[in-house]
């Protein structure tokens, strides 16, 4: 018997990225109240590399991969809106934008905990001391999370971000793909990337720990170097934790889940529709949960470049 097959996505400007597989598809709402639809095919590095696609090695090329897709999903729903007023983004600001996501997620995240490290108390023992720090990046991550959700103009993405849930929900329990029974579902997903960045951060507490506490240059060069086996552990967990009932497991889960009321809020009709139109663009009509009673849904005014 075939794995349901796991569909991802996050939330753009005034709208929804799905990704399923070997497609992605970004649909946004536009100002005339349409909904527009970009679906692209992309080919993932493991199915060139089958290498790639090992146990933890996987989980930290999705990572990557995720983070291009993201950002090129947000440019692409950022240019959508600008097209209106005739405007471009050019290619040059899109790498602007990846570098400066990066420097700042590594500097605040990684960089900077670790320097705050310094102000305990001299002579703990180097567990102690990653323990701090740990505790330091976990208070950055949920101030920065804070700080994001005063941001009026974030509402409206939090929203389009519990449609997201939703309609991923709603696919995943095999219900056709309208509007009222995806509002049935809960905009808080075991699979969410808020659960999956808390996990990062408590399991870099623990592997950081094996390496003691060397200098600061070489504890940056360490966390730097470590990201993407703790972004693969990460990934592991989350995926087990998504298809196991066990009530350790569920435990795991469950401040991942908390931690979304900061990220997710209740979207209204429209927010889920533009979910289930991106969903609905990157299903195959191959995949048995996918069968076709379980994908209509009606996206009026869809203005399509497929």
């Known amino acids: ?95 602007l934008v990846v570098l400066l996501g990066l420097g700042l997620g590594v500097a605040l995240f990684f960089i900077l905990p670790t320097y705050l490290a310094r102000l305990a108390p001299q002579g703990l023992h180097p567990v102690v001391l990653n323990l701090v720090e740990g505790l330091f990046r976990l208070a950055i991550f949920l101030l920065y999370l804070f700080l ?17 849930h939703k309609a991923i929900f709603c696919f995943e329990a095999g219900e056709p793909l309208r509007v009222e029974k995806a509002q049935q579902y809960s905009t808080l997903h075991p699979r969410c990337g808020t659960s999956f960045l808390l996990l990062v951060m408590v399991l870099s507490i623990l592997l950081f720990s094996f390496f003691g506490w060397p200098s600061l240059l070489q504890r940056i060069a360490t966390r730097l170097l470590l990201l ?43 927010q889920v529709e533009v979910a289930l139109c991106a969903l609905k663009a990157v299903l195959s009509p191959e995949m048995p949960e996918a069968a076709p009673e379980n994908i209509t849904v ?9």
Request: proline content about 5%; overall charge neutral.
């Open 1 to 95: 018997m075939n794995q349901p097959q796991l569909v991802g996505g996050q939330a753009v400007l005034e709208g929804v990225m799905m990704r399923c597989q070997d497609r992605i598809a970004i649909a946004c709402r536009r100002s005339d109240n349409s909904i527009s639809l970009i679906s692209e095919q992309v080919t993932p590095l493991a199915r060139r590399y089958p290498v790639l696609g090992w146990p933890v090695l996987r989980g930290a090329v999705v990572f990557f991969e995720s983070l291009i897709i993201g950002v090129r999903a947000l440019n692409l729903s950022a240019a959508e809106a600008l097209h209106e007023e005739g405007e471009e983004i050019e290619s040059w600001q899109s790498f």
């Open 148 to 164: 994001v959700t005063r941001w009026s103009e974030m509402k409206r993405v939090f929203a389009y971000h519990g449609a997201e």
């Open 228 to 270: 993407p086996l703790v972004a693969g552990l990460s990934y592991e967990v989350i995926r087990l934790t998504a298809r196991s009932r066990s009530p350790l497991l569920n435990l795991l889960v469950r401040p991942g889940l908390w931690l979304q009321r900061m990220t997710t809020a209740e979207p209204d009709n429209g």
């Open 298 to 306: 009606d996206c009026p005014g869809v203005n399509s470049n497929v």
